[in-house]
C-alpha cells in the first residue's frame, strides 16, 4: 500500500512538473542603459492560468524564490487569460543583474501567516513555472546614480553626493558654462554593510540588498546667485550627465523653499511593505513650480520619513532614483524620522517613550540615512551597538536670503540638559535677527496636532515642556512637523493657547501630506469619543486630509507659507507671517505664476477632503446621515462638488 501510494504521488508530481514545463518567459532589452529604463517581460504557454499567478522579480538574479525585490499578477496583462501576455517595468539600476520567474499559486496555498507588513498574503513559490534570461545595465552599471545637492557649512560650496557601483575613484567636475568644466573636486567614497544594521528585516538576506558606494564632493568658490554646471563620476568608470544649479546667493534677501515630511516613493512593483504612489504627484508640481522660477535658487526640506524603506534597502535606491530630477538640480534636505531611525535598542528611550520609540526603522537604525545623507554641521550620535555607525544629520541650521533654517531630531534625546538642546539654544541666540528676521525650525514629531496620535501623547509633552520655552524665548517664526500625515495650520501657539503674534507664539504646521497615505483620525468630541464627528479645535486654523506640499516664500517684510493640493496642483490654504509680528491667514501667493490662486483659503476652515476620514463611520451608519452637513458646512470655501479629491486611506496601526 505503500509503495502504490508512492508511485501516485511520484505521477502526480511528475504530470504536474510537466504541465509546468510548457511555460516560457523572455525578456527585451537585456541590456539598459541607466534607471527608469524599461525592460517588457512576455511570457506564453501557462496552461489553465489563474488570477493568481505571479511575476516575481529578483535581484541579484541568483537569489532564492521568496527573496523577490518585487512581484507583478500577472492579471494585469489585458491578455493573461489566454495564458500568455506582457508587462513593461521600468528598473532602477541595483548594481547588480535582473531575473523574472513565474510561479503558480493557488488560493489553497495562501499562508495566513505569511503576510506583508499590511498585513496581505505574500505570495508562495511552490511551483516555478518559467525563468527568464538575465538582464543587466552593462557598462553603466559603475556609472554615477541617485545624485542629490545640499549645503555646505560654507555659504559659497555645495555638496553633491551619489551612487556609483565600486568604489574607485570618482569626481565631481563644474563651471559656469556647460561645455567648460574646468574645475575638479575629488569625491570620497563611503559604504555600509549588512553587519552594520541592527535589526530584522535590514540585517536578514530577504531585506539586505548591496547598497554600492556613497561618494560625495564639494563644489567650492561659488559666486552666490551663478548657475552652475557639473557632472560626476571618471573618465575610467563614466561621467554622469550634466546637470546645473543656482549657488547660494548670501546677498539675496528673498528664500524660495518646497517643504513636506513623510513623502517615501512609488515601486512600479508590489513589495513587502506599502510604497507611496501619491511622492509622485507630489515631485511633478515641485518640479513644475521650480521650472516656473527659472533662475531664483530654490531649496527642498524633507522632514523625516525619508523613503520608508525599513529595512528593505533596494527602496533607498528607489527613493533617490524617484527624486533626482530635482534633487540634482536644487539642495535636498532632511532631519530624521522614526521610519529611518527607531529599533529597540536604541540609546535613548526613557519610559515615558515605551509606546512610542519601537521598530519603526526595519532595523536600519539610521546607517542609510546617515551615510546616504551629508548635511551640514557635525552633529552625530552613537547607535549603541558595538558595529552600525553614529547616527549622523541630527540637528543643524544654515541661513538662506531673509530666513535662520533649524532642523532638530525627535527621535534622539531633546530634552535640557543634552546635546541637542544645548545647540538648539545656542543656535537660536546667536541669530542674527538684522540678517535673517524670520526663523525656522523643523523636526519630524509634532509638538501639536488634533490628529488622534494618541500614541505619541508623552512626546508632545516633553517637547512643549522642553523645546517650546526656547522657541518663545527666541522668537521662533514658525515650527513645521510631519509624522502626521495630513496638512494642518495652527494658530500662533504657545502652551496650548493661541496667541496675537509669531513673537512669542510660534505659528505651527503639520506637513506630513506628501504621500504616505495612513492616517489616525481626528481627536474625537472627549464627551462622545465613539461617534465620527470630530469638531475642529479653536487653535487649528486649517486642517485636510489631502496629498500635497508646503510652498515657502520669504524677504525681509513678510513669511508666506502656502499648501498646494497634489489633485489639482492649486494653492488651498495660506498663512502670512510679518517681520512685525502680525499673522494673517489667507493670503495671496503670486511667486509662481503657474499656479492659480482660485481655491485659497481666508480664515479658518476644513478642507472637504477631510470627509473621507471623518465620514467612514457615517457611510456604514445611517443613522447619523444627518451629520453629513455639519461636515460640509465647515468645508473649504472655494471648493466645488466637481472636485476630484484624493481620499485618504485606513488609519496607522
Request: negative net charge; charged residues 20%; glycine residues 10%.
Amino acid at each position: 500500500m505503500i509503495v502504490d501510494l508512492s508511485f501516485f504521488l511520484l505521477f502526480i508530481s511528475l504530470s504536474v512538473s510537466s504541465a509546468y514545463a510548457k511555460a516560457s518567459v523572455s525578456v527585451s532589452p537585456k541590456t539598459l542603459n541607466r534607471s527608469g529604463d524599461s525592460v517588457v517581460i512576455k511570457w506564453s504557454g501557462v496552461e489553465s492560468p489563474s488570477d493568481l499567478d505571479w511575476l516575481g522579480i529578483y535581484s541579484p538574479p541568483n537569489s532564492p524564490h521568496d527573496h523577490f525585490i518585487g512581484y507583478k499578477l500577472l492579471n494585469v496583462s489585458s491578455t493573461w487569460r489566454s495564458g500568455s501576455g506582457s508587462i513593461s517595468l521600468p528598473l532602477t539600476n541595483l548594481r547588480s543583474n535582473y531575473s523574472f520567474r513565474i510561479f503558480r499559486w493557488t488560493r489553497s496555498e495562501i499562508d495566513p501567516k505569511h503576510l506583508d507588513h499590511d498585513q496581505n498574503p505574500l505570495p508562495g513559490t511552490e511551483h516555478l513555472l518559467a525563468e527568464s534570461e538575465q538582464v543587466s545595465f552593462g557598462s553603466s552599471v559603475g556609472k554615477p546614480e541617485q545624485i542629490h545637492l545640499s549645503f555646505e557649512d560654507e555659504v559659497n560650496g555645495m555638496r553633491v553626493t551619489f551612487v556609483a557601483g565600486d568604489g574607485e575613484e570618482r569626481f565631481v567636475r563644474y563651471g559656469v558654462k556647460k561645455g567648460m568644466l574646468g574645475k575638479y573636486a575629488p569625491a570620497r567614497g563611503v559604504r555600509y554593510e549588512r553587519e552594520h544594521m541592527c535589526n530584522a528585516p535590514a540585517n536578514t538576506t530577504i531585506g539586505w540588498r548591496d547598497p554600492g558606494w556613497v561618494f560625495d564632493a564639494v563644489m567650492k568658490d561659488l559666486n552666490g546667485g551663478a548657475r552652475y554646471y557639473y557632472q560626476v563620476g571618471s573618465d575610467s568608470k563614466g561621467w554622469s550627465e550634466i546637470h546645473s544649479f543656482i549657488a547660494r546667493d548670501i546677498s539675496s534677501e528673498e528664500t524660495i523653499a518646497f517643504m513636506f515630511g513623510d513623502m517615501g516613493c512609488a515601486t512600479p512593483y508590489t513589495t513587502f511593505i506599502r510604497t507611496q504612489d501619491e511622492s509622485v504627484s507630489t515631485l511633478k508640481w515641485i518640479l513644475r513650480d521650480i521650472e516656473a522660477l527659472g533662475d531664483k535658487p530654490v531649496l527642498v526640506s524633507h522632514i523625516g520619513d525619508i523613503s520608508y524603506a525599513r529595512g528593505y534597502s533596494w527602496v533607498w535606491d528607489e527613493f533617490f532614483a524617484q527624486i533626482e530630477p530635482i534633487a540634482s538640480r536644487v539642495p535636498y534636505h532632511v532631519c530624521i524620522g522614526n521610519h529611518e531611525y527607531d529599533f529597540p535598542a536604541q540609546p535613548w528611550k526613557p519610559d515615558w517613550s515605551a509606546w512610542s520609540y519601537g521598530n519603526d526603522g526595519g532595523g536600519e537604525c539610521g546607517v542609510p540615512y546617515s551615510i546616504r545623507f551629508n548635511m551640514p554641521g557635525n552633529s552625530s550620535e552613537s547607535t549603541g551597538t558595538s558595529k552600525a555607525p553614529p547616527t549622523r544629520n541630527l540637528y543643524y541650521s544654515y541661513d538662506v536670503g531673509s530666513v535662520h533654517f533649524v532642523y532638530i531630531s525627535t527621535e534622539t534625546n531633546f530634552l535640557k540638559g543634552g546635546s541637542q538642546y544645548e545647540f538648539v539654544k545656542r543656535d537660536l541666540e546667536s541669530v542674527n535677527r538684522e540678517k535673517t528676521p524670520f526663523v525656522v525650525v523643523q523636526g519630524h514629531r509634532p509638538m501639536y496636532t488634533t490628529s488622534n496620535e494618541v500614541r505619541d501623547a508623552m512626546i508632545r509633552g516633553k517637547m512643549v515642556e522642553h523645546l517650546e520655552p526656547l522657541f518663545v524665548e527666541y522668537n521662533v517664526t514658525l515650527a513645521l512637523w510631519g509624522h502626521v500625515h495630513r496638512y494642518e495650520r495652527f494658530c500662533p501657539m504657545r502652551n496650548n493657547t493661541c496667541g496675537k503674534e509669531w513673537r512669542g507664539s510660534p505659528v505651527h504646521l503639520v506637513i506630513g501630506m506628501a504621500g504616505q497615505d495612513w492616517q489616525p483620525i481626528w481627536q474625537p468630541r472627549p464627551n462622545h469619543p465613539g461617534m465620527p464627528i470630530f469638531p475642529q479645535p479653536e487653535q487649528s486654523m486649517y486642517r485636510t486630509g489631502e496629498f500635497g506640499y508646503t510652498r515657502l516664500v520669504a524677504n525681509r517684510e513678510k513669511l508666506t507659507v502656502s499648501f498646494v493640493g497634489n489633485h489639482d496642483g492649486e494653492v488651498h490654504d495660506t498663512v502670512e507671517m510679518l517681520a512685525s509680528g502680525e499673522v494673517i491667514s489667507g493670503g495671496n501667493d503670486d511667486t509662481i505664476k503657474t499656479v492659480p490662486a482660485s481655491a485659497t483659503l481666508v480664515g479658518k476652515a476644513e478642507s472637504n477632503v477631510s470627509w473621507y476620514v471623518k465620514g467612514a463611520g457615517l457611510m456604514v451608519m445611517g443613522v447619523l446621515l444627518g451629520f453629513i452637513i455639519g461636515f460640509f458646512t465647515r468645508g473649504k470655501k472655494g471648493s466645488s462638488p466637481g472636485n476630484r479629491w484624493i481620499p485618504v486611506k485606513n488609519e496607522e496601526t
